[in-house]
């Protein structure tokens, strides 16, 4: 009988020791997928431009050759900036560090995302290296408050012969 209660009770007590060992283990890959959570830093493309283009009519920044068309969609609407990004390409991963992202994208070029992704805006941070103008960052912020323009509204813009 004393042999049973022993027995019991050292099963009672790996069973025990198993679940905390579970529970311990559970808690430790919660906290490492945590840690492992990706920071995506996003950035509104139009304010890239406009910051450029203050820093070349400054002229601390050389000239980038873009079509008129091209240039109207980087300003209002949501074309590419990869050549103005170029300009600023060594302080990219010191501004990344800075602001804690681990990858940094267009805001207009997420297509979908998981809901436990994190964002964070670090336009204000990727437009710095460029030091515009706080006249200059007023108009910035004031196009960013304001929805890019369509695919089809630039079409009508270019359509329509108006200056662009």
Known sequence: ???KKISTSVLAVSVMLTGLALLVGAETAEKAEKALQVV????????VKLAYDSAKMAGRMPAVEVP????F?????????SEYLDQIRDEIPKIAQKTGVDVIVSKWDIEYHDPNVKFVDMTEALIQPFKPTEERIKIIRDVMAKPPLTEKQIRELEASDKEI
């Open 1 to 3: 009988m004393a042999a």
């Open 40 to 47: 995506v830093g996003t950035f509104d493309s139009r304010a």
């Open 68 to 71: 008129k068309p091209i240039e």
């Open 73 to 81: 969609r980087q300003g209002f609407g949501t074309g590419d900036v």
